[in-house]
C-alpha cells in the first residue's frame, strides 16, 4: 500500500539513476496500465529525464526537453523496481522502460485487477491530471488543516484519505496519524478542538517522516507500521490490544483505550448496512 512515504522514498532513490541514461526502449505496456496512447510511448524513446518529482501519491518523470512527463500511480497492488543493467526482471511487467545501458525500470502489479496507471502527458495536461488533488500532507500545517476541516465535516479516517482535501495519505498512514493524535478514526472533523486541530497537524508530519525516515532504510510494513495491520497486539503507547473496525470499504485498526476512550467501535461497512 504505498503512501506519501513510500512513494517519496521512492523518488529520493530513482531521482539519481533515471536521469543516468537516455531511454532506450518505452513499454511493452499492459493494456490496462497504459492509460494515454497520444502522444505514444515511443516518444519517449531517445530522450533523457531530468529526475523524478512527486505530488501526493503520484511519481513524475518529467523529459529534459520539458517536453514530456510520465506520471505513475501505483494504486494498491502496483510496485516500482529499479534493474541495474544484467538485472533479472519479471517476464511479464504491467510496464516497462528500458535505458540506454541496460538499466530497466520496471511496474508490476500483483493479482488479476490491474488498477495500477502510467500515464505519458504534455506537461500542461500532467498539471490538468494533477489539478484535483488537495495541498500535500507532509508540512501541512495546523491552519491550513484547520480550514479543511472545517470546510467539510466527515469522519477523520475518510477526509485523511481523500486525495481532493489532502494529498499523499490512505489507510495504513491514516490508521498510524490518528493513533498518534489520540483521535477517534469516527469523529467527526467539524467537531474538533482548536487543540485538537494542532495535535492532528503534527501527527501527520511526524507519522510521515517517520514513514519516510523508515522507508529510505527499507523498513518493511511490520517494522513500519505500528497499529495498522496490528490486531490484537499491544498498543505502543498504552499496552492495550489494538482494535479493528470496518469502515465502508476499508479496515481501520485503532486502540480503543488511546483513541475512543475505551469505546469499540461498530462496524459501517456498507456492504453490511445494504443487506
Ligand atoms: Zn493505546
Known sequence: MPELPEMEA?????????????VEQAGPAHIATLKTFDPPLAELEGRRFSGVERRGKRLLFPTEDGELVLLVH??????????VAGGKGPKSPAF???FEGGAQLVLTEAGSKKRAGVWLLTPEAADEELAHLGPEALGLGSNALAEILA??????HSLLRDQRAIAGIGRAWANEILHHAQLSPFALSGDLAPGQVDRLAEAIDAELSRGLELRERGAADKRV?????KLGEPCYVCGEPIARVDYEEHTVYYCPDCQTRGRVLKDRRLSRLLR
Do not use: C
Not at 521512492?10 to 537516455?22: G, I, S, T, Y
Not at 501505483?74 to 534493474?83: D, P, V
Not at 470546510?151 to 477523520?156: A, G, Q
Open 151 to 156: 470546510s467539510d465535516s466527515r469522519r477523520l
Open 74 to 83: 501505483l494504486m494498491t497492488a502496483g510496485r516500482l523496481r529499479y534493474l
Open 10 to 22: 521512492w523518488r529520493r532513490a530513482l531521482d539519481e539513476p533515471v536521469r543516468a541514461f537516455p
Open 96 to 98: 516497462r522502460l528500458r
Open 225 to 229: 507500521y505500528r497499529v495498522h495491520n
